[in-house]
């Protein structure tokens, strides 16, 4: 099992201008983040976590730095090879889901399918969208449209859509931000499994609770990474289900 | 196939918002279902004057009296007329391939038997006139070149004048008094019906024109001359020679107008048909105008989807679809809807044609060219108008489009 750096940033800086002003919303940050890894990337608002977040989902380009994803040169790709790698090599899950309204929770799982390479029957696709909607627990709700769903099922189709090109990293954006407690321990449950599978995933968040998830807190401010960690008092989300009324982690 | 998937990616959107797309391609179905009609009536009406006057009997030519404006109007209707007897004599005597020639006089007066009267038209002919028009009796016989020559007091009445003048009695052998003067019916002519100026064919009295002339136009010049020719081939030289004849009799100089017309069928049909082409390119002009308002509006609707769907196009790019993938995306649904549109446009004018043709006695004439050609305009339309709307969605930013609310 190759346990080599997936994510390699090196010296990465990302300044915008909106009007007159200039934001120096990265100013020189060198991060290193092996497969297997369960990554919590902290800050308050204005940190730079967010705008790192996009580079590393290569949203966006560093203005300086190099990016090196699983092992690949990607700061210098043009607009359509970035939406490749992010098609093969990414998956996203946003705070609010970002599902494709009125649409079955199968046809929004098979959506990063339809920009692939390989054409595929509809059929091939149904089999597909089906078996990972099924691993992660959503198993006969593949004809639900979103309205159909609770908070929890949806960010469980999108786990699955981030799921169906087996990417090298899982990017997750404050995925509990819209969730209620519990249903936030069930999903924090599903990524630590995810994790123990061997997939990779980053997760954004500014939410203490949540980041104790994670295996490594990485956290910014000002643009640049002030602490990187492991987690001390790690939470376990199987055991927390299991004890629905206690609150505190063992 | 990437467009294979992308086809398959913009109807699933279509079908989505299902009320949506029907609402925005209904400018189009209107649109074309308007051009169709329009332009199907049209050619149905001229089609069906074209019938009309192909009726009128084969290889004709008509010589009138005056002389026509370049529109073929005629002016001098029925003043001093400057065809004479003699005229039509030389013409059947002189010009080769000529088989039949009428000597034409037209009025309308009373005609009366026992205490019903009728007014009606009274058409003066030669003996050749119901062969040249293709005219057949239903009952009876036709009056005679002998009936001509002794200008005897005879006719054949049409379907509409024997009804209303002896009802269901039968006219042959009677007494109609036309202007006062007693004619013996010989026979009823076949119905015809309307023609498609509206004037009932049957509404007549045929006699030999010199009866009418002496008795009830009075009057010595002709209106016209019917003339029918052997062969279609010998059209044109015949009509060249008939003018020539005239001009010569007429003592016309050269360099001067001719005091009289002459024309075949198919310019007669043409001048006939001239005014229904003009109206029918305006009217699918005016129909072509509410198709670029469909176009328009369908240009409106995918901008607000644009809009509407940011968020959605940003979450397509975050998972790998290129700016082309979604340019061709949304330019899928508009072409989509527009062909849809003109398809059902096509099927939906095709049926007002007909309905509107049956209320008028018209045929409704659908090209398959001008089905092919309001097809193909609607998928342009789609196209030109679709763009627009497309290359913004495409050129998003993912990550402004993923924040927006």
Redesign the interface.
Known sequence: MNNGAVVKLIDVHKTYRTGEMEVHAVRGVSLEIRRGEFVALMGASGSGKSTLM?IL?C??RPTAGRYILDQAEVSELN??QL??I???KIG?V?QNF??????SAR?NVE??L????R?LT?AQLKEKADAVLASVGLAGREDHHPSQLSGGQQQRVAIA?ALINEPEVILADEPTGNLDSRTSVEIMGIFQQLNDRGITIVMVTHEQDIAAYARRNVVMRDGLVRDDRAVERRLDAATQLREPNREEPE | MRVGSTINVAFRALRRNKLRSVLTALGIIIGVAAVIAMVGIGNGAKAQVEAQIASLGQNIILVFSGSTTASGIRTGWGGAGTLKIEDAEAIRREVPGVTAVSEEVVSTTQVAAGNQNWFTRIYGESADYFDIRQWPLADGTPFTAQDVRSANKVCVIGRTTATQIYGNENPIGQILRIKNVPFTIDGVLTPKGLSAQGVDQDDIVIMPYTSAMKRVVGGTTLRNINVQVADSRQLTAAQQQIIDLLRQRHNIRPGRDDDFTVRNQQEIADAATATTDVMTGLLGAIAGVSLVVGGIGIMNIMLVSVTERTREIGTRMAVGAHGRDILTQFLIEAISLSSVGGILGILLGIAAAKTIALTRHWPALISPASIVIAFLVSAAVGIFFGFYPARKAAALDPIEALRYE
């Open positions: 996009n989902g949203l966006d607009r359509d939406a490749d992010r098609n093969t996203f946003f970002n599902l494709l309204p009125r649409t046809e959506l990063p339809l920009y692939g390479t054409g509809n859509r």
